[in-house]
């Protein structure tokens, strides 16, 4: 387990190889660490607490190997320097603001496994331009998942699949996004 705040504004971090036996990061761990480049979240995390990377400034790449079944808010907000996020496990949700202000985020896929997108998700990632949902039914999705902090909604493209469009178009709070929606073949 990482406790909280453990590494909190620790600047000279640039990389921190987490073990594979962790399980959790708890409240604000690498908050405001702003050396810190890129993180790999081995499978066996389970828990991430809010604000765990909130703030690190130079985070540029996020592999996300875990299921992730308990998440806190605001993990990755005001990481300007994000460009790639991947999951490469299971995750079921992505909880409120967990994106927030990632202004350099432009592409995103979210694996066939979301069920859940909370709200306000990626709220201020201006430069967002494409989003890939492989999820065949729509995750159930709360409000001003993708939108700048005026509230207007973000000029990006959602991929979703081919067979799933009018779905998604119909769905709570995705039919906000209708003109937006777009079919995709995943392989």
Known sequence: ????????????????????SLRKIYEGAFIGCDGLKGIIIPE???Q??????RGCTSLETVLIKG?????????????????TVKFAGGITRLPSRMFGNCVSLETITLPASIEQIDEEVFKGCTNLKTVYVKATTPPEMLWYVFTDNEYKNLNCKIYVPGESVEE????TYWSTYADQIEGYTFK
């Open 168 to 171: 998604y178009k119909k769905a």
């Open 48 to 53: 991430i607490d809010k604000y765990a990377f």
């Open 67 to 83: 299921q992730l079944t308990s998440l806190g808010g605001m993990i990755f907000y005001d990481c300007t320097s994000l460009k």
């Open 1 to 20: 387990e990482l406790p909280v705040h453990i590494f909190y504004d620790k600047d000279q971090l640039e990389e921190v190889a987490l073990p594979n």
């Open 44 to 46: 066996n995390v389970y």
